[in-house]
Protein backbone atom coordinates (compact mmCIF):
# COMPACT_ATOMS: atom_id res chain seq x y z
CA UNK A 1 0.00 0.00 0.00
CA UNK A 2 1.19 3.68 -0.71
CA UNK A 3 0.36 6.57 1.32
CA UNK A 4 1.04 10.63 0.37
CA UNK A 5 1.88 12.54 3.44
CA UNK A 6 1.28 16.38 2.56
CA UNK A 7 2.97 19.30 3.97
CA UNK A 8 3.09 23.14 3.35
CA UNK A 9 0.40 25.17 2.14
CA UNK A 10 -1.17 27.80 4.24
CA UNK A 11 -1.94 31.77 3.50
CA UNK A 12 0.10 34.02 1.07
CA UNK A 13 0.13 37.50 0.29
CA UNK A 14 0.14 37.83 -3.61
CA UNK A 15 4.00 38.06 -4.84
CA UNK A 16 4.42 36.20 -1.94
CA UNK A 17 5.77 32.06 -2.06
CA UNK A 18 5.01 29.00 -0.36
CA UNK A 19 6.34 25.87 -0.70
CA UNK A 20 4.40 22.36 -0.27
CA UNK A 21 5.99 19.22 -0.48
CA UNK A 22 4.95 15.32 -0.77
CA UNK A 23 6.64 11.99 0.78
CA UNK A 24 5.53 9.16 -0.52
CA UNK A 25 5.58 5.81 1.68
CA UNK A 26 5.39 2.23 0.80
CA UNK A 27 6.27 0.13 -1.58
CA UNK A 28 7.21 1.94 -4.77
CA UNK A 29 9.03 1.81 -8.41
CA UNK A 30 11.10 4.12 -9.12
CA UNK A 31 9.97 4.87 -12.43
CA UNK A 32 7.09 6.81 -11.42
CA UNK A 33 5.75 10.25 -11.95
CA UNK A 34 5.03 12.31 -9.08
CA UNK A 35 3.09 15.78 -9.75
CA UNK A 36 0.88 18.44 -8.23
CA UNK A 37 -2.85 18.85 -9.12
CA UNK A 38 -5.17 21.53 -7.70
CA UNK A 39 -9.05 22.32 -7.26
CA UNK A 40 -10.57 25.17 -6.84
CA UNK A 41 -13.97 25.58 -5.44
CA UNK A 42 -16.12 25.17 -8.62
CA UNK A 43 -13.82 24.13 -10.77
CA UNK A 44 -12.25 20.87 -12.19
CA UNK A 45 -9.28 19.76 -10.44
CA UNK A 46 -6.32 20.45 -12.70
CA UNK A 47 -2.29 19.55 -13.16
CA UNK A 48 0.04 22.18 -11.95
CA UNK A 49 3.10 20.55 -12.65
CA UNK A 50 4.71 16.88 -12.59
CA UNK A 51 8.03 15.31 -12.72
CA UNK A 52 9.18 12.00 -14.00
CA UNK A 53 11.53 9.32 -12.42
CA UNK A 54 14.29 11.32 -14.51
CA UNK A 55 13.73 14.46 -13.56
CA UNK A 56 11.87 15.38 -16.62
CA UNK A 57 9.10 18.15 -15.78
CA UNK A 58 5.74 19.16 -17.16
CA UNK A 59 4.31 22.66 -16.35
CA UNK A 60 0.67 24.32 -16.36
CA UNK A 61 1.07 27.34 -18.81
CA UNK A 62 -0.76 29.33 -15.73
CA UNK A 63 2.14 28.32 -13.48
CA UNK A 64 4.87 28.68 -15.75
CA UNK A 65 8.19 30.79 -14.56
CA UNK A 66 6.24 30.68 -11.37
CA UNK A 67 6.17 27.23 -9.49
CA UNK A 68 9.28 24.94 -9.66
CA UNK A 69 8.90 20.86 -9.14
CA UNK A 70 11.73 18.56 -7.98
CA UNK A 71 12.10 15.81 -6.25
CA UNK A 72 14.28 13.39 -4.39
CA UNK A 73 14.44 9.68 -5.56
CA UNK A 74 15.87 8.50 -2.61
CA UNK A 75 13.31 9.98 -0.72
CA UNK A 76 10.48 9.53 -2.62
CA UNK A 77 10.01 13.39 -2.08
CA UNK A 78 8.30 15.83 -4.39
CA UNK A 79 8.35 19.84 -3.88
CA UNK A 80 6.57 22.49 -5.53
CA UNK A 81 8.21 25.79 -4.68
CA UNK A 82 5.94 28.38 -6.16
CA UNK A 83 6.49 32.09 -5.83
CA UNK A 84 5.07 35.35 -7.52
CA UNK A 85 1.78 33.93 -6.00
CA UNK A 86 -1.29 35.11 -7.37
CA UNK A 87 -4.96 35.39 -6.19
CA UNK A 88 -5.85 32.85 -8.47
CA UNK A 89 -3.79 30.34 -7.10
CA UNK A 90 -5.95 29.84 -4.27
CA UNK A 91 -7.08 25.59 -4.07
CA UNK A 92 -6.62 22.91 -2.63
CA UNK A 93 -3.20 21.48 -3.35
CA UNK A 94 -2.95 17.41 -3.96
CA UNK A 95 -0.31 15.16 -4.72
CA UNK A 96 -0.22 12.57 -7.42
CA UNK A 97 1.94 9.27 -7.81
CA UNK A 98 1.33 7.07 -11.10
CA UNK A 99 3.10 4.24 -11.17
CA UNK A 100 2.01 2.30 -14.40
CA UNK A 101 -1.67 1.51 -13.65
CA UNK A 102 -1.44 2.20 -10.22
CA UNK A 103 -2.60 5.79 -9.15
CA UNK A 104 -2.20 7.38 -5.57
CA UNK A 105 -3.65 10.37 -4.53
CA UNK A 106 -2.56 12.66 -0.61
CA UNK A 107 -5.27 14.01 0.96
CA UNK A 108 -4.89 17.66 -0.24
CA UNK A 109 -3.75 20.73 1.28
CA UNK A 110 -5.37 24.14 1.06
CA UNK A 111 -3.55 27.32 -0.43
CA UNK A 112 -5.27 30.22 -0.06
CA UNK A 113 -3.56 34.20 -1.26
CA UNK A 114 -5.17 36.87 0.16
CA UNK A 115 -4.14 40.18 0.93
Known amino acids: QVQLVESGGGLAQPGGSLRLSCAAF????????MGWYRQAPGKQRELVADITGGGKTNYADSVKGRFTISRDNAKNTVLLQMNSLKFEDTAVYFCRLTVGPDDYWGQGTQVTVSS
Open 26 to 33: GSIYRFNV
